[in-house]
């Protein structure tokens, strides 16, 4: 069964690169450009990877941010994620990344998104990972400075695929940022947000009405609301959901009780991701084979999760049908 997950030809959908910046790499990172991280070892670190919301994740996850300086650095941690997410069978890696987080602390827009980039470009090469950057929007500062970040963006557009919109969500509704979604979708960028992982349904509400996402990021609260369900299902907008993180971040006590299993009965289509697989213990293989043995999902039930993935993404017509076309043949060949 491992090895069939593994080699399922899928897209991962939710990931955020600085969410893939692994202890180790952290302090190397921290070394190299003679900044400390404030925790005193690697360990030091893992331990306080301990996290009772997603607040006390944030805290933490910005805190590690600090060590990504350089060029380099985005490019060293984006191959890394590239070479993991190739040997979990990912095909295809709509990726987010956090623009305000560096340039917050002087980190020119164009560094992060050359570095990135730079890997991207070989991943596909190297790993056959085809890859897309979607930038998202920190949601816990003013709608304002999402609008100054997405014009600092504007000469870089051409290498980016969409917005999305992340960080602290109880209190921060997607409402707030219609303007600045107004303008990606001007320049024909594509949408999505995080909504209805810790906030109310009327998040997941808000974000396809008022932003006009394709796609919404967790949605596990969707659930509250049976009608957004049956809309879910109805109008076939992917759940990029991450089941690992909602454990970690005590959104579901335990993995036995998380929503994935009856979204999916429901025909709502369902994605496996993994968020911060660093912070999180386990990438998209893991998270898949962790949550089928925890919801009692089968081999049709994943293969179901890994088309969903393919069809989910914003990949053209013809690219997505010949990772489908794969997958076809992947099942066909190594059913178990
Ligand atoms: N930033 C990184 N991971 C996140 C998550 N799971 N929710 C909101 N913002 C995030
Ligand atoms: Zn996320």
Redesign the pocket.
């Known amino acids: 069964m491992e090895e069939f997950v593994r080699g399922l030809p899928k897209a991962e959908l939710h990931l955020?690169i600085?969410?893939t910046l692994e202890p180790e790499m952290a302090f190397a990172f921290a070394e190299r450009n003679g900044v400390s991280l404030p925790y005193p070892s690697v360990d030091a670190l893992r331990a306080a990877y301990d996290f009772t919301d997603?607040q006390s994740?944030?805290d933490v996850?910005y805190a590690t941010a600090v060590v990504l300086r350089t060029e380099a650095d985005f490019y060293d941690l984006t191959i890394a994620y590239l070479e993991r997410a190739a040997a979990d069978g990912v095909r295809r890696a709509e990726i987010?990344f956090?623009p305000q987080t560096h340039t917050g602390r002087g980190i020119p827009f164009g560094t992060v998104v050359d570095g990135i980039g730079a890997a991207l470009a070989d991943g596909r090469e190297r790993f056959g990972v085809s890859s897309g950057l979607i930038m998202?929007f920190l949601r816990h500062l003013p709608p304002d400075e999402a609008t100054a970040t997405f014009e600092e963006a504007l000469p870089y557009l051409d290498r980016l695929l969409g917005v999305g919109l992340?960080?602290?969500?109880v209190g921060n509704p997607p409402e707030l940022f219609t303007e600045v979604y107004e303008r990606a979708r001007s320049e024909g960028l594509r949408l999505v947000a995080?909504a209805g992982?810790e906030g109310p349904a009327d998040y997941v509400r808000q974000a396809l009405d008022l932003l006009g996402v394709e796609r919404i990021?967790?949605g596990v609260r969707a659930e509250d609301d049976p009608e957004l369900v049956a809309r879910l299902a109805r109008e076939r907008i992917p759940l990029t959901m991450?089941p690992l993180?909602n454990v970690k971040?005590k959104v579901f006590d335990r993995l036995e009780d998380h929503n994935l299993g009856r979204l999916l009965d429901a025909g709502v289509m369902v994605t496996i991701n993994s968020?911060?697989p660093a912070f999180f213990g386990g990438y998209v293989g893991t998270n898949y084979l962790r949550t089928a043995e925890a919801l009692g999902l089968g081999p049709d039930d994943l293969v179901q999760v890994a088309r969903n993935s393919l069809e989910a993404t914003f990949l053209p017509d013809d690219d997505k049908q010949a990772l489908l076309d794969e997958l076809d043949a992947y099942v066909g060949a190594d059913a178990p």
Do not use: A, I, M, Q
């Not at 992340?166 to 969500?169: G, P």
């Open positions: 955020h600085e969410g997603l994740f944030l996850y987010f956090d998202c992340d960080s602290s969500e995080h992982e990021d967790h991450c993180s971040l968020d911060d």
